[in-house]
C-alpha cells in the first residue's frame, strides 16, 4: 500500500467522526492511533499549550500512546523544554537529528524505556493551529534511528496535522455547546426557582383553619425553622408555600425535597451538591438543595424518613448554615429557612431512637399541627365546589353540581385521606357521572349541568371511621382484613362499622392498620417488593423504608436495617 493510500485510509475514519458526539478522551484516543498508524513510532502524545497564573506557558498532555500513564499527570513548563518550544516556534512538521543534544522531555516515560535516559532516537512533532493560534503539539518518537527519514514521514505528518487541529477545533466546539447548554438550563432553572411564587389558596372557613392562618401570618416574617404536623393528605405543603409567600423570601427560591423518596446513597449529593468525579456518574459538578435554595426556603418534605447518618449532617447546616459539596474540600454558607414537614409523631421517634433529639428540636421551633378535614366543620363542601370547578374546566364541561343527597354522603364520610382523598373522590364521581346516559338536550337550549349523585361519589358508609386492626380472636372490633391481592380494596361497611374506636388512639390504630396492609402486601406476594410496591400503590424504595420503620420482613429474614 503506498503512503498516500496508508494516510487517506487513516484520516477517513477521523473525518466520519467529526460529527459524531463522542467524549474527548476517546476523540484524542483514536487521533493518535490513527497517527500511529500512518507513522509507525514507540511513543506519541497530544500536548494543549495553556497559560498559567504567573504568564508562564506550559504544555498538558490530554492523549498518550506508548508513554507510562502518570505523563497525563505532568505540566511541561514550555522554557525548560527547548525541543517543544522549537516545535512552537517552527510553525511546521519538525524532525530533530537522532543525535540533537536538546534535552528530551520523555527521558524516563517511554513505556520501554522507563525510568532511564533516552539512547539515541528519531523524534518529530508539529504545531496544531486553531483559529491561527497555537493549540498544541503532535509529538512522535521511535526508538530506531532513521526511522523518520526523508521527506515522506515531514509531509505525512503535516497532513496529519491539518486534520487534527480539525478534530481538536470540533472537540472543543462541543464542549462550548454543551457547556452553553447546561449554562441555559441552569439560567432557565434559576428563573424558574426565583419566579414569585403565587400565594397558595388555603381554602375553608372553619375556626381550625382560620387558627392555622392566623398562626402562619405570625411565624412567616420570622425565618424562625417551622415543623408542620399532619396526616396525610392535609395539605401540609400548601401551608409551607402559604409560609414563603407571606415571608420577605418571597421572591427568592421555594426548593421543595421529598425526603422518603430519596436513595440512601444520593441523600448527601441530594442535599448537598457534589463535583465531578466525587462518585461513579458524577459527570459534571451539581448544585444541591441547599445552594438552590439560597435565600429563599427549603421545604424538607417527609423529614421523618431521614436516617441518623443524615441527620447528624444536616444538624451541622442547620447550626452554623455550613455545607459541603461532595468531593469538595472547601466550605460554603447558605442563606436558607427551614420548613419541615412530617406525619409522624416526631416525639415518639425521638424516644425510639429513630431521630436525634436535638435535630427534632432544631426543626421544631415553631410547630403548626394542620387539621384533618373531619375536625374543620362546613370546610367539606367548599372544598368540593373548588375541585368541582377545576375539573370541570379540565374536562370542558359547560356545567357541574352536586345533588343534596351526594352533599349529604360527603358530610357524613370521615374523610381519613383528609382533602387529598376528597379531590380524588370529586374527580372519580365526574367520571362515574359522564358514564351516565344523560337525555338529549333540546334544541338550541343550553345543556343541563351534570348532576353528581351520592353513588357517583362511591363512598363506603363508615369506611376508615374507626381503624383497629389486631387478631380478630382477640379482638372483636378488628376491621377485616384486606384483600390481600388489592389491599387498597374498599373494606367491608358492616364489618367495617362493627369496630370499636374506643379501645385506642387514632393514631395507633392507623398505625397498626397500616402495618396489617403492607404485611398481607407482602405475604400475598411472596415478599418481593416490586408486586407490592404495585399492590399498595407505592414507590418501591418508599415501601422497603415503610418496612423498615415497621419492623417487617420476610421469614427467616433479619429485620431491615435503617
Excluded at 188 to 210: D, N, Y
Excluded at 553 to 562: K, M, T, V
Amino acid at each position: 500500500m503506498t503512503a498516500n493510500a496508508l494516510l487517506l485510509n487513516a484520516l477517513l475514519p477521523l473525518v466520519a467522526e467529526l460529527s459524531s458526539q463522542l467524549p474527548e478522551t476517546e476523540r484524542y484516543r483514536r487521533l493518535l492511533a490513527a497517527l500511529r498508524t500512518v507513522l509507525p513510532a514507540d511513543a506519541a502524545a497530544l500536548l494543549r499549550c495553556e497559560r498559567g497564573a504567573d504568564g508562564s506557558d506550559w504544555l498538558r498532555p490530554l492523549a498518550i500512546d506508548g508513554l507510562s500513564p502518570d505523563t497525563l499527570g505532568r505540566r511541561f513548563r514550555l522554557r525548560e523544554h527547548p525541543r517543544f518550544a522549537a516545535l512552537l516556534a517552527a510553525g511546521q512538521a519538525l524532525r530533530f537529528p537522532s543525535d540533537s543534544p536538546l534535552p528530551d522531555p520523555y527521558d524516563g516515560l517511554v513505556a520501554h524505556h522507563s525510568g532511564a535516559p533516552l539512547p539515541v532516537h528519531d523524534c518529530m512533532g508539529c504545531v496544531l493551529q486553531v483559529d491561527g493560534q497555537p493549540w498544541g503539539l503532535l509529538t512522535l518518537d521511535a526508538l530506531q534511528p532513521g526511522s523518520f527519514a526523508g521527506d515522506a514521514p515531514l509531509a505525512a505528518l503535516q497532513a496529519f496535522s491539518n486534520l487534527a487541529a480539525a478534530t481538536v477545533a470540533t472537540a472543543a466546539r462541543l464542549r462550548q455547546l454543551e457547556q452553553s447548554v447546561h449554562n441555559e438550563r441552569q439560567r432557565a432553572e434559576h428563573f424558574r426557582r426565583h419566579a414569585p411564587l403565587a400565594a397558595p389558596r388555603l381554602l375553608g372557613h372553619s375556626s381550625a383553619m382560620r387558627a392555622l392562618q392566623r398562626d402562619i401570618a405570625t411565624v412567616a416574617a420570622s425565618d424562625l425553622a417551622v415543623l408542620i404536623t399532619g396526616e396525610t393528605g392535609v395539605g401540609k405543603e400548601l401551608v409551607a408555600q402559604a409560609l414563603h409567600a407571606q415571608s420577605t423570601r418571597a421572591d427568592q427560591a421555594f426548593v421543595s425535597i421529598n425526603c422518603a423518596a430519596l436513595p440512601d446513597q444520593l441523600v448527601e449529593s441530594e442535599l448537598f451538591g457534589h463535583v465531578r468525579g466525587a462518585f461513579t456518574g458524577a459527570v459534571s459538578d451539581r448544585q444541591g438543595k441547599f445552594e438552590q435554595a439560597h435565600h429563599g426556603t427549603l421545604f424538607l418534605d417527609e423529614v421523618g424518613e431521614l436516617p441518623l447518618a443524615t441527620q447528624a449532617k444536616l444538624l451541622r447546616v442547620l447550626q452554623s448554615g455550613q455545607i459541603q459539596r461532595l468531593g469538595l474540600d472547601r466550605e460554603r454558607t447558605v442563606d436558607v429557612r427551614i420548613i419541615a414537614a412530617t406525619n409522624q409523631d416526631l416525639a415518639a421517634a425521638v424516644r425510639d431512637g429513630r431521630m436525634r433529639a436535638d435535630f427534632y428540636h432544631r426543626l421544631s421551633v415553631y410547630p403548626l399541627q394542620v387539621p384533618p378535614l373531619r375536625a374543620r366543620e362546613g370546610d367539606v363542601l367548599v372544598l368540593a365546589g373548588y375541585f368541582l370547578e377545576r375539573t370541570r374546566s379540565q374536562f370542558g364541561l359547560d356545567g357541574v353540581r352536586l345533588e343534596a343527597a351526594a352533599q349529604a354522603a360527603l358530610l357524613a364520610h370521615r374523610w381519613p385521606g383528609n382533602v387529598r382523598e376528597l379531590e380524588h373522590c370529586i374527580r372519580r364521581a365526574v367520571l362515574h357521572a359522564l358514564r351516565r346516559p344523560r337525555p338529549p338536550a333540546a334544541p338550541q337550549a343550553p345543556a343541563a349541568p351534570l348532576g353528581i349523585r351520592a353513588q357517583d361519589l362511591a363512598l363506603v358508609p363508615g369506611s376508615m371511621a374507626s381503624t383497629h386492626p389486631g387478631d380478630p380472636a382477640e379482638d372483636p372490633g378488628r376491621l377485616p382484613p384486606a384483600d390481600p391481592l388489592n389491599p387498597l380494596a374498599p373494606l367491608d361497611p358492616a364489618a367495617s362499622a362493627a369496630a370499636d374506636p374506643t379501645n385506642t388512639g387514632l393514631r395507633q390504630a392507623v398505625a397498626r392498620y397500616e402495618r396489617q396492609l403492607v404485611q398481607q402486601a407482602l405475604e400475598a406476594h411472596g415478599y418481593r417488593w416490586a408486586p407490592a410496591a404495585r399492590a399498595l400503590q407505592l414507590d418501591r424504595a418508599n415501601l422497603q423504608r415503610l418496612a423498615k420503620r415497621l419492623g417487617l420482613h420476610a421469614p427467616g429474614n433479619p429485620p431491615l436495617q435503617r
